[in-house]
């Protein structure tokens, strides 16, 4: 086909090829329209991710006691958590589970909530020994109602259900490195008093209930440093 035939051709068919050229454009214009759209509700999504808070609450034992636990609070989102408020109620246990409920809320920040609580801040409960009323304690069951909101006014209102129940079967070996190492020293550093004082005797070691008290003494203020060194 020569040139002019084409010319020709497109003359004879302009208005057929206007239309045709305007629905492509259109079509164009729509699927743009539609993907420009996909990619803003896309970036939304992702800004409002790294700007939502997500709090998480566990059940938690300490390293070098597994029979004592407590509530482990922390933020898992990427964006701050504000005006966190906490209430807990009894699912299952009655009393027992009331008194667990008590035990953890001597955490202040349980009571009064928080002001702030930034992305992987975390915060712990007061705690609890299994030792005591294992049985009951075991069965136990409560809900905790968290309410918080976004740097950007989004408000959040979840549960949390904590299971006491999912501890059976747990144990430890051995004693934990950390607890180890604080007795270690703690028996060093008498060692050396001993020696600067010249105080020193042979004696035989009885383990008396005065002992064992002493020990739990010594666990429960080693709990309590522990405890403080991750609420401040």
């Given at each position: 086909m020569s040139t002019?035939?084409?010319l020709?051709f ?22 743009y ?5 996909k990619?803003?509700?896309e970036?939304?999504?992702?800004r ?19 029979n004592?636990v407590r509530?482990h609070v922390?933020?898992?989102?990427l964006g701050?958590?504000?005006n966190?408020?906490f209430?807990m109620k009894?699912?299952?246990g009655g009393?027992?589970?009331q ?5 953890f ?6 009571q009064?909530?928080?002001?702030y609580?930034g ?5 712990y409960s007061h ?5 005591k009323?294992y049985?009951e304690?075991i069965e136990?069951?409560?809900?905790i109602?968290i309410?918080?909101?976004?740097t950007t006014?989004v408000?959040y209102?979840?549960q949390?259900i904590v299971?006491?129940s999912?501890?059976?079967g ?9 607890y180890?190492m604080?007795?270690s020293?703690?028996k060093?550093q ?7 004082s010249?105080?020193?005797?042979i004696?035989?070691?009885i383990?008396?209930a005065?002992?064992?008290?002493k020990e739990?003494?010594d666990?429960?203020a ?10 401040t």
């Amino acid at each position: 086909m020569s040139t002019s035939e084409v010319l020709d051709f497109l003359n004879k068919n302009s208005g057929a090829l206007t239309v045709l050229f305007t629905a492509v454009v259109t079509i164009s214009t729509v699927v743009y329209s539609i993907l420009t759209g996909k990619l803003v509700s896309e970036t939304t999504k992702m800004r409002q991710v790294q700007t939502e808070p997500k709090i998480e609450i566990t059940i938690k034992p300490f390293d070098f006691a597994i029979n004592i636990v407590r509530l482990h609070v922390r933020n898992i989102g990427l964006g701050p958590a504000i005006n966190v408020t906490f209430n807990m109620k009894v699912i299952s246990g009655g009393e027992i589970a009331q008194a667990l409920i008590d035990e953890f809320s001597k955490a202040n920040f349980l009571q009064i909530g928080l002001k702030y609580f930034g992305p992987a801040q975390e915060r712990y409960s007061h705690y609890t020994q299994l030792t005591k009323q294992y049985n009951e304690k075991i069965e136990s069951i409560i809900v905790i109602e968290i309410s918080y909101q976004s740097t950007t006014g989004v408000k959040y209102i979840e549960q949390s259900i904590v299971d006491m129940s999912e501890l059976k079967g747990a144990y430890q070996l051995g004693t934990p490195n950390l607890y180890s190492m604080a007795k270690s020293l703690e028996k060093i550093q008498k060692d050396i008093s001993h020696i600067v004082s010249g105080h020193k005797k042979i004696s035989a070691q009885i383990y008396t209930a005065e002992d064992r008290q002493k020990e739990e003494e010594d666990l429960k203020a080693f709990i309590e440093k522990n405890q403080n060194k991750h609420n401040t």
